[in-house]
T-cell receptor, first 114, second 112 residues
Framework: DAGVIQSPRHEVTEMGQEVTLRCKPISGHNSLFWYRQTMMRGLELLIY????????DSGMPEDRFSAKMPNASFSTLKIQPSEPRDSAVYFCASSPGHSNTEAFFGQGTRLTVV | QQQVKQSPQSLIVQKGGISIINCAYE??????FPWYQQFPGKGPALLIAIRPDVSEKKEGRFTISFNKSAKQFSLHIMDSQPGDSATYFCAAMGGGNEKLTFGTGTRLTIIP
């Protein structure tokens, strides 16, 4: 398996523009997580899905952020409109779920909003 | 609310020495405590994990020590090598959900 695949790896966008980050979890994994990493706040969980259903979105910063998981092999994180303070590395992770709790992370998307 | 506190923020250890990173948690519902290792430009990867039914777990040069009464756990890296230079995160999970709460990270540098 190629692991968790995220795209794009890097994104530079202007303030006010819409940004969409994409994630393909490991096949067969039941849980998917979106994290944001910054120097100031470390690794923050934004939202996680189990069997494509959002379970906890309490970490989503505000209404400008939205996440979807239309099927077991694809998820998106959208920011609209983007702001400079959204600049961070966004990670997607997946885990088998049930009794196996190991989370496998993708390589991340480095987002810069100018 | 920071539920997992990690220290130190950075650590420099000589090659062959022992690296020790400490974490403390608040939520007594936590029942799974992993450590993740992250290299620059990469996502975190699971290094070793422990559940509170044991006080220590060892895998090669990496050992987790767990003190349930003190709500503390630590990572020990024996015979530290330059290839161990990375950022290490402790984490905790429990309470019936799969949310991993991460510590703030420790940047470890092993010098020759």
């Amino acid at each position: 398996d190629a692991g968790v695949i995220q795209s794009p790896r890097h994104e530079v966008t202007e303030m006010g523009q819409e940004v969409t980050l994409r994630c393909k979890p490991i096949s067969g994994h039941n849980s998917l997580f979106w994290y944001r990493q910054t120097m100031m706040r470390g690794l923050e969980l934004l939202i996680y899905f189990n069997n494509n259903v959002p379970i906890d979105d309490s970490g989503m910063p505000e209404d400008r952020f939205s996440a979807k998981m239309p099927n077991a092999s694809f998820s998106t994180l959208k920011i609209q409109p983007s702001e400079p303070r959204d600049s961070a590395v966004y990670f997607c992770a997946s885990s088998p779920g049930h009794s196996n709790t190991e989370a496998f992370f993708g390589q991340g998307t480095r987002l810069t909003v100018v | 609310q920071q539920q997992v506190k990690q220290s130190p923020q950075s650590l420099i250890v000589q090659k062959g020495g022992i690296s020790i990173i400490n974490c403390a948690y608040e939520n007594t519902a936590f029942d799974y405590f992993p450590w993740y290792q992250q290299f620059p430009g990469k996502g975190p990867a699971l290094l070793i994990a422990i559940r509170p039914d044991v006080s220590e777990k060892k895998e090669g040069r990496f050992t987790i020590s767990f003190n349930k009464s003190a709500k503390q756990f630590s990572l020990h890296i024996m015979d530290s090598q330059p290839g161990d230079s990375a950022t290490y995160f402790c984490a905790a999970m429990g309470g019936g959900n799969e949310k991993l709460t991460f510590g703030t990270g420790t940047r470890l540098t092993i010098i020759p």
